[in-house]
């Protein structure tokens, strides 16, 4: 059974950063296109960042380009969300999330193309 299991999430304050990592138990991590979504009280989840496999193209959400950063280590595994300068509305429930599937810049934001999921992590920004 596949498990995706996030991390780092914690109470800060405006302007501070965090690491989230993503630690999968997939067989071939290079082969998933991999995404990070939110959820913040009362909203839909939507796509904050995300890569496209094999070659590992990059796409953020504009609200926060330039300050989050996603990246992943294939060897363990694991993707990561740096988070820097956060702000009161980056605050919400942090989900990772694979799939096999063939992904493009525009399908890779839709949370329906995704085959697994981890349970979230919980950010609170605070001014």
């Known amino acids: 059974q596949v498990q995706l299991v996030e991390s780092g999430g914690q109470s800060v304050q405006t302007g501070d950063s965090l690491r989230l990592a993503c630690v999968t138990s997939?067989?071939?991590?290079?082969?998933?296109?991999m995404g990070w979504f939110r959820q913040a009280p009362g909203k839909e989840r939507a796509f904050v960042a995300g890569?496209?496999?094999?070659?590992?193209?990059?796409y953020y959400t504009d609200s926060v380009k330039g300050r989050f950063t996603i990246s992943r280590d294939n060897a363990k595994s694991t993707m990561y969300l740096q988070m820097n300068s956060l702000k009161p509305e980056d605050t919400a429930t942090y989900y990772c999330?694979?799939?096999?599937?063939?992904?493009?810049?525009?399908?890779?934001?839709?949370?329906?193309?995704?085959?697994?999921w981890g349970q979230g992590t919980q950010v609170a920004v605070s001014s």
């Open positions: 999330a694979a799939t096999q599937a063939y992904t493009t810049a525009q399908s890779m934001r839709d949370r329906r193309i995704y085959n697994y």
């Open positions: 890569f496209t496999r094999f070659n590992n193209n990059t």
């Open positions: 997939l067989r071939s991590f290079s082969r998933h296109s």
